[in-house]
T-cell receptor, first 113, second 111 residues
Framework: NAGVTQTPKFRVLKTGQSMTLLCAQD?????MYWYRQDPGMGLRLIHY???????AKGEVPDGYNVSRLKKQNFLLGLESAAPSQTSVYFC????????????FGSGTRLTVV | EDQVTQSPEALRLQEGESSSLNCSYT??????LFWYRQDPGKGPEFLFT???AGEEKEKERLKATLTKKESFLHITAPKPEDSATYLC????????????FGSGTRLQVQP
């Protein structure tokens, strides 16, 4: 089925460990985003990309890095995980037109202990 | 800075009891206001996009309306399967092309 696929779905990390979350979309969308969702705080933008090879910071970028080497993939990296990064992470993509909203992945639940 | 405030935080309805969810926003040059539905453990699912004041969209028991300052999601004769968190988001005219989300309204419909 067409859409946005996130891997892994669940992960437990120890403080200081690193990991990469992968987002893949097969809709040929230009724009891709990483959000985190915490109780009572809604979805907050971490980083985003408006095209292959480009990335930019969102509202809460500290402690995260991203890369978009291929149009269909957007990677989110945690270099040294902290308990404050315990959250549910959502990837989304959209076309370049203003007239369409996001298509979301199903999320990655990350716990940092 | 774009801002979105949703109210109430939580709402409990009896099946068939109609109500409305509110989304107040401030945005520089509204390009679109979006409503999403999110079920537990899943990603948000797109419902509606509204572009200009006075616009209305409908889907089954849901109807979204838009003014210059707020949007309402009206739920008519809800059923238990309408239970979910409803998210509102806006897109302004910045080059970022990113949505700013509210914190959502958690709706529970009891049989």
């Amino acid at each position: 089925n067409a859409g946005v696929t996130q891997t892994p779905k669940f992960r437990v990390l120890k403080t200081g460990q690193s990991m990469t979350l992968l987002c893949a979309q097969d809709m040929n969308h230009e724009y891709m985003y990483w959000y985190r969702q915490d109780p009572g705080m809604g979805l907050r933008l971490i980083h985003y990309s408006v095209g292959e090879g480009t990335t930019a910071k969102g509202e809460v970028p500290d402690g995260y890095n991203v890369s978009r080497l291929k149009k269909q993939n957007f990677l989110l990296g945690l270099e040294s995980a902290a308990p404050s990064q315990t959250s549910v992470y959502f990837c989304a993509s959209k076309s370049a037109s203003y007239y369409y909203g996001y298509t979301f992945g199903s999320g990655t639940r990350l716990t940092v202990v | 800075e774009d801002q979105v405030t949703q109210s109430p935080e939580a709402l409990r309805l009896q099946e068939g009891e109609s109500s409305s969810l509110n989304c107040s926003y401030t945005v520089s040059g509204l390009r679109g206001l979006f409503w999403y539905r999110q079920d537990p453990g899943k990603g948000p699912e797109f419902l509606f996009t509204l572009y200009s004041a006075g616009e209305e969209k409908e889907k089954e028991r849901l109807k979204a309306t838009l003014t210059k300052k707020e949007s309402f999601l009206h739920i008519t004769a809800p059923k238990p399967e309408d239970s979910a968190t409803y998210l509102c988001a806006v897109q302004g005219d910045t080059g970022r092309r990113a949505l700013t989300f509210g914190s959502g309204t958690r709706l529970q419909v009891q049989p």
